[in-house]
């Protein structure tokens, strides 16, 4: 048992602490070496706020750079007036122009087979008129269709172009596109259908039979070479100054609010000073990175020693943890390196569930603060992130009980989505003061940020398979009584079988009572007797009255085979491909305890034999968990309630008291988290659920008979 006081085992010189160390360092430096070489501005400026600090004075000349959104708005000015750039092809127009030629008079030659005739004068006079239409076309000129083309539909939009050295810009309305083009065609060529109609049958006929739209093609083609290259010119042009501060000037005073002007230069100077300090003694900014990030580790390494020594003595458990910290920072450097403050997508609050999920609540808000503060390093504006992130993280681990629920699950998504709105909505009005200026895009990364938080199912089934960890929704499923193990031990053991029902029943009512995790005490408890299938017949709960096999046994064979059933059931546990977790409670469930009937009955025929204790003793090891050490206890405390003769109040609780008490004094919980206070709770709830079993009752005075 462990006290408030509790001290933690000191650890041992073994190997696996060494890949534990191994595992703190390689994080640390990995950790180090993603992290911006450049230093760390040495105040935090928070917009609409009074500067705290002491009046700052410009340490030398500096640009102020313009906001990102002037930047923005402006390139997208540039890009909005951009006129491309098309090279003129004129051996289009030329090949075209001949081939339609060519087209009319084999045309001309096909209609005079079928004893049209048609005027030579007249024909001549058709040609020029029909080839003034494509000329005219070509000459305005037919721009390549695609996607620049849609873009340039506005009416002020205009298309740049380039004849041999000499380039021109030009309305996009007064140039050819190919259907403005086909339609021209049409409706002159309908023109002088109609004209030549007038004139004469055949010419209008011939007229009517010349189809001009496979000669209409591109002669202006798109040059995305000389576009791009332009384009980006102008952009690089932009200016991402407006002004400059000298040396010696007054930056910001004392007590003055921190506005849009001033937000602004303040800015522009911590860029520049982290650039300088990032230019010099790069290795002592390294170092003080160094210390800072080994700080974090430290403490999370000190909490898991002091609170959670079960997670740090465990190879597996240790590297689990280490990996969601560096996993959740490698991703952040990746996306603070994409062009957009997309910091707010990282779904975060994806630790403390996965965290929640496999240990406790306390252990997840641990590490969760661990992850946010190493992330504060890197991402920009940290004490924005780390207080918005903070406050999401303990509103995911409150609203987040049961998560083999799916409800659960997008309840939290739910909530995780509200906590980003609400908590970033009062900061974007203490910092802008005004609705209008607040970046309403982060609430589409806020959206976002839950749903990447639907990911945490499949992440959890991973992590459970690679880790070989249970999740509350296995031990849901473990827990059902339909399962195989369970049906086998209800069919060949049936009193085992009620035994573990009634034990499972205590288990989960004294965690929930004392803040463990009471599904996992049920579905271990569930378990901790299945070695009995093999010989059940031995033990009491499942014998006839008055008849026992150990009668004619000596007692150290009776108690191995009592002692043994723990073995055959880590055996058939693994058989049946139980998790390693509800292994444990068949391990421990007897402890280090001896079989105290069997080793009494040997004392009583050998007298003088007080060496062999340990032949009567099971093999352990003792419970190392909260919930492994209430089924020890319940599982005692139920057996032995089997065999009272009178079930008052008065009996269960000293029954209990004095199970309990002797399991302590054998040193059983000494490797447990329990407190003083949780073993006193546990005892309470034990007492409550016998007595409400066997119907113990209060004695009352006797009344009186009622009268008739």
Request: net charge neutral; with cysteine.
């Amino acid at each position: 048992m462990a006290g408030s006081k509790r001290k933690p085992p000191e650890i041992k010189e073994d190997k696996k602490y060494l890949y534990h160390l191994f595992f703190f360092i390689a994080s640390i430096l990995i950790v180090v070496a993603i992290s911006p070489r450049s230093g760390k501005f040495r105040y935090e400026i928070e917009k609409g706020k009074p500067w705290l600090s002491s009046s700052l004075i410009a340490p030398w000349d500096f640009p102020v750079m313009k906001p990102e959104s002037v930047i923005t708005r402006e390139r997208d000015s540039i890009l909005s007036d951009f006129s491309p750039y098309y090279k003129l092809d004129v051996d289009i127009e030329k090949t075209e122009i001949a081939g339609f030629d060519k087209y009319l008079n084999d045309l001309l030659t096909e209609f005079e087979s079928q004893a049209k005739k048609i005027d030579p004068m007249g024909f001549v006079a058709l040609k020029r008129d029909l080839n003034s239409i494509l000329t005219d076309i070509y000459e305005k000129g037919i721009l390549e269709a695609g996607e620049t083309t849609a873009s340039l539909e506005k009416p002020s939009s205009e298309v740049t172009i380039v004849k041999g050295r000499m380039a021109e810009k030009r309305p996009f309305g007064s140039i050819n596109t190919q259907k403005s083009a086909y339609e021209y065609a049409k409706h002159n060529k309908d023109a002088v259908e109609k004209k030549y109609s007038s004139s004469g049958r055949s010419l209008g006929d011939f007229v009517a039979g010349v189809t001009m739209y496979d000669f209409i093609k591109p002669n202006l083609i798109y040059d995305a070479a000389t576009s791009n290259a332009v384009r980006d010119r102008l952009v690089n042009e932009i200016s991402v100054n407006r002004g400059l501060i000298q040396e010696g000037e007054l930056i910001i005073s004392r007590g003055e609010i921190v506005n849009d002007a001033k937000y602004t230069i303040l800015e522009s100077f911590r860029q520049e000073y982290e650039k300088r300090l990032g230019k010099t003694d790069k290795w002592l900014i390294l170092i003080g990175r160094l210390i800072l990030v080994t700080a974090c580790y430290l403490a999370l390494y000190l909490f898991l020693y002091h609170f959670r020594f079960d997670v740090l003595s465990s190879t597996h458990k240790t590297f689990f943890i280490i990996l969601i910290v560096l996993l959740f920072i490698l991703i952040t450097r990746f996306i603070i390196s994409i062009p957009g403050n997309l910091v707010f997508l990282i779904p975060f609050a994806i630790i403390p569930i996965l965290v929640r999920t496999f240990y406790d609540s306390r252990l997840a808000l641990f590490v969760y603060l661990v992850s946010i503060m190493l992330a504060g390093f890197i991402v920009p504006n940290s004490f924005e992130f780390v207080f918005v992130s903070y406050i999401v993280g303990t509103i995911v681990i409150f609203s987040l009980t049961n998560v083999y629920r799916r409800a659960k699950l997008f309840f939290a998504t739910l909530m995780v989505f509200l906590a980003y709105s609400v908590v970033y909505f009062g900061i974007g009005l203490m910092q802008e003061g005004s609705l209008p200026d607040l970046n309403w895009k982060n609430y589409i990364l806020f959206a976002g940020n839950g749903v990447f938080l639907l990911l945490s199912y499949p992440l959890i089934f991973i992590f459970e398979k690679a880790f070989s960890f249970v999740s509350d929704a296995t031990l849901f499923e473990l827990s059902d009584t339909n399962q195989p193990l369970l049906r086998k031990l209800a069919d060949e053991a049936p009193g085992s079988f009620q035994h573990s029902l009634q034990v499972a029943n205590l288990a989960e009512e004294a965690a929930r009572e004392i803040g463990a995790n009471n599904l996992l005490a049920r579905t271990g408890a569930l378990y901790h007797d299945i070695g009995k299938v093999a010989r059940s017949e031995f033990f009491i709960e499942n014998q006839s009255e008055g008849f026992s096999p150990h009668d004619e046994l000596d007692p150290l064979k009776s108690s191995k085979i009592i002692i043994d059933h723990v073995m055959e059931g880590i055996e058939l546990a693994k058989k049946y491909k139980l998790p390693p977790p509800i292994i444990d409670f068949i391990q421990t469930h007897h402890g280090t305890s001896v079989a105290y009937f069997f080793y009494k009955k040997y004392l009583d025929k050998n007298p003088g034999r007080t060496d062999m204790e340990k032949n009567f003793a099971y093999s352990g090891p003792k419970p190392n968990s909260k919930e492994t050490a209430i089924v020890m206890m319940a599982d005692a405390v139920e057996a032995s309630s089997r065999s009272l003769a009178n079930y008052s109040e008065e009996n269960i609780s000293e029954l209990v008291e004095r199970i309990v008490y002797l399991q302590e004094q054998d040193g059983q919980f000494s490797e447990t988290p329990l407190t003083f206070k949780d073993i006193s709770d546990i005892k309470s709830v034990f007492i409550k659920r016998l007595s409400n079993i066997y119907h113990a009752r209060i004695a009352y005075p006797e009344r009186e008979k009622a009268r008739d």
